[in-house]
Nanobody
Framework: QVQLVESGGGLVQVGGSLRLSCTVS????????MGWFRQGPGKERECVAS????????YYADSVKGRFTISRDNAEKTVYLQMNSLKPEDTAVYYC??????????????WGQGIQVTVSS
């Protein structure tokens, strides 16, 4: 059974930084494409970033380019989302997802439970 567990969320002030982590168990992580999604209040779930199993970044949303960085450590079976220069509009529940690539959430097979990120002004 595949499990994705997010950590690192919380409350941060505008302009601050957070690093989200997602650790995967139950499958071979080293050949598993991953992505980060978010869902703000009253909004659709949207893709923030995705990364190929080789480490090649395959997608960033325009709203986060230059501020967020997706990366992975295959030895640790973990994907990261470094979030800098955070804005109130980044407030959302963030989800990691596996088995897909790019912004289409229907391509992903597995999902974490989600973690709250709140940016206060």
């Amino acid at each position: 059974q595949v499990q994705l567990v997010e950590s690192g969320g919380g409350l941060v002030q505008v302009g601050g930084s957070l690093r989200l982590s997602c650790t995967v168990s139950g499958r071979t992580f080293s050949v598993y494409d991953m992505g980060w999604f978010r869902q703000g209040p009253g909004k659709e779930r949207e893709c923030v970033a995705s990364i190929h199993w080789t480490g090649t970044v395959t997608y960033y949303a325009d709203s986060v380019k230059g501020r967020f960085t997706i990366s992975r450590d295959n030895a640790e079976k973990t994907v990261y989302l470094q979030m800098n220069s955070l804005k109130p509009e980044d407030t959302a529940v963030y989800y990691c997802a596996g088995g897909g690539s790019g912004p289409d959430k229907s391509r992903y097979n597995d999902w974490g439970q989600g973690i709250q990120v709140t940016v206060s002004s």
